[in-house]
């Protein structure tokens, strides 16, 4: 536990889940908040939330939640948080900052914006980081050490409030940067968004192949499908509603993405081995040069370093839901 004074004096998070149960324990292992109140939707995950002891006090509603907080993070869906901010919006205290974890933004500030009011400072975040894994057991302290944390704030957010949110997420571990909404979806829908559908595209090819049995699949996984068997196995719910919310740069995306596939099966079709060893050599410098940046580790099986914060045993999965 930090020396120092708390950055917010209450953290309420609504939605515990991955991201949620880890800001609560990485802000507790780091001193960032003075207290942390919780709510979920349903009970079962409330009460773990209670047995794990990740928050001080855990309530039935959101409304509930915020009362008295000066740091509301929201932590479920994106397609949930419009109503949620139409809920909490009467209770929220003047000079609270309000913020979300989801990995689309222009909805969010689109859906959120509005119901909020003046008086609060609307600050959309979104840690990029995470597992295959929901619910309270899933997080840990050390989940956001070296990730990037990026904060959306629409035009005219006051700038201390900004600043102050980035430095609660630089005490979590996270590297921060700030960029306008929109921009930040047509990023990640490169990055994310794109690959998870790939992912969720293939495990599926492979489940429905007649001549191949699931077994079999299974059995003989080599490295590649196993690995994209990992993305595939996020949460459903969550991912919805990043492709239905994100859908025009995720199909500006898929579109080219569609391009690339038409030229190396031609490439193939045609024997053009020149083609598809110059493709192979430039995406393999990508990968090489996301190692050397630290946003990922040599190690197989994707590996994780988490160094600087204090360290503690990972917890099983647990199946309900963490929103």
Not at 204 to 212: N, P
Not at 247 to 253: G, I, N, Q, R, S
């Amino acid at each position: 536990m930090s020396s120092k004074a708390p950055l917010y004096n209450r953290l309420a998070l609504i939605g515990v889940g991955l991201i949620g149960s880890s800001i609560a324990r990485a802000a507790r292992a780091q001193g960032a908040v003075g207290s942390i109140v919780a709510t979920a939707r349903s009970e079962a995950t409330r009460k773990r939330v209670a047995e794990l002891g990740l928050a001080d006090q855990v309530v039935e509603t959101a409304a509930a939640a915020v009362e008295g907080a000066d740091l509301v993070i929201v932590c479920i869906p994106v397609g949930a948080c419009g109503p949620v901010a139409k809920e909490i919006a009467p209770h929220l205290a003047p000079g609270a900052t309000v913020s979300d974890v989801g990995s689309v933004k222009g909805s969010v500030v689109r859906d959120m914006a509005p119901h909020l009011p003046k008086t609060v400072h609307f600050v959309p975040a979104h840690p990029v980081a995470g597992t295959e894994y929901s619910g309270p057991d899933a997080g840990f302290a050390e989940l956001f050490v070296n990730r990037w944390c990026i904060l959306t704030p629409p035009e005219g957010q006051d700038t201390a409030a900004v600043e102050k949110l980035a430095a609660f997420w630089r005490l979590i571990g996270a590297n921060v940067e700030t960029m306008a909404p929109d921009h930040h979806d047509l990023v990640l829908a490169v990055t994310s968004h794109l690959p998870h559908l790939i992912a969720y595209t293939i495990v599926g090819t492979a489940d429905e192949l007649e001549s191949v049995t699931r077994s079999e699949v299974l059995k003989f996984s080599a490295g590649g499908f196993r690995d994209f068997t990992r993305i595939a196995a996020s949460d459903p719910t969550m991912w919805r509603d990043v492709f239905l919310a994100n859908k025009d740069a995720v199909l500006e995306m898929l579109g080219r993405f569609n391009e690339d596939v038409s030229a190396l099966t031609k490439a193939i079709r045609k024997g053009d081995g020149d083609a598809l060893f110059e493709h192979f050599t430039r995406t393999r410098a990508i990968r090489k040069g996301i190692v050397q940046i630290g946003q990922d580790s040599p190690v197989p099986d994707f590996g994780r370093p988490h160094p600087d914060l204090p360290q503690e045993p990972l917890p099983k999965p647990y199946a309900a839901d963490g929103d």
